[in-house]
């Protein structure tokens, strides 16, 4: 069974705190996404990556960074955390195969900023 | 850039009825569509993906078609049940995926 795991479900932290978030996959999947999802927004794209090392801006990039130093472990990172970054946050993978390339999310994490 | 609509917002309906969900999307130049299930603080579940290719899918009661020339989808779900109670949500893959924000139903018992 697929599995995308993600280090905490909810969160709370003071502005200016750095944060990390961390998503593991066990499916051997090249890409691996964070998302946030905010009510009446639908869910935006962050950050991705494509392989170990790499990574790509999303649509929202500004108060973000992201780390995948091994295949199967993507994190997100928030430098200086503001009340604006509260939200839930999805990590998703998925395998890089010729035009089908079904997501599997994580349950999300909802960060509290204070 | 690629802007994905779903309407309704949300919708109640009794059990045992049948459900139509829409999508619709601007730019017609992707890899395949993707319908999801949310429930309530939890993640997303795939439920179907079509490719730009075909003209639907099915899975057991949900039905997804899609005309990749006007831009639109429909996820049809058959004599719904409570069960059926979530939030869909429709996304595009044009290389990465866009989302709709989301279509609420309540299956009433």
């Known amino acids: 069974d697929v599995k995308v795991t993600q280090s905490s479900r909810y969160l709370v932290k003071r502005t200016g705190e750095k944060v990390f978030l961390e998503c593991v996959q066990d499916?051997?999947?090249?890409?691996m996404f964070w998302y946030r999802q905010d009510p009446g927004l639908g869910l935006r794209l962050i950050y991705f990556?494509?392989?170990?090392?790499?990574?790509e801006k999303g649509d929202i990039p500004e108060g973000y960074s992201v780390s995948r130093e091994k295949k199967e472990r993507f994190s997100l990172i928030l430098e200086s955390a503001s009340t604006n970054q509260t939200s839930m946050y999805l990590c998703?993978?998925?395998?890089?195969?010729?035009?089908?390339?079904?997501?599997?999310f994580g349950p999300g994490t909802r960060l509290l900023v204070l | 850039k690629q802007e994905v609509t779903q309407i309704p917002a949300a919708l109640s309906v009794p059990e045992g009825e049948n459900l139509v969900l829409n999508c619709s999307f601007t730019d017609s130049a992707i890899y395949n569509l993707q319908w999801f299930r949310q429930d309530p603080g939890k993640g997303l579940t795939s439920l179907l993906l079509i490719q730009s290719s075909q003209r639907e899918q099915t899975s057991g009661r949900l039905n997804a078609s899609l005309d990749k020339s006007s831009g639109r989808s429909t996820l049809y779900i058959a004599a719904s049940q409570p069960g059926d109670s979530a939030t869909y949500l429709c996304?595009?893959?044009?290389?990465?995926?866009?989302f709709g924000a989301g279509t609420t139903v309540t299956v009433r018992a």
């Open positions: 499916m051997d999947h090249e890409n």
């Open positions: 996304a595009v893959n044009d290389y990465k995926l866009s």
């Open positions: 990556s494509y392989d170990v090392k790499m990574k």
């Open positions: 998703a993978s998925s395998s890089r195969t010729g035009g089908e390339e079904t997501q599997y």
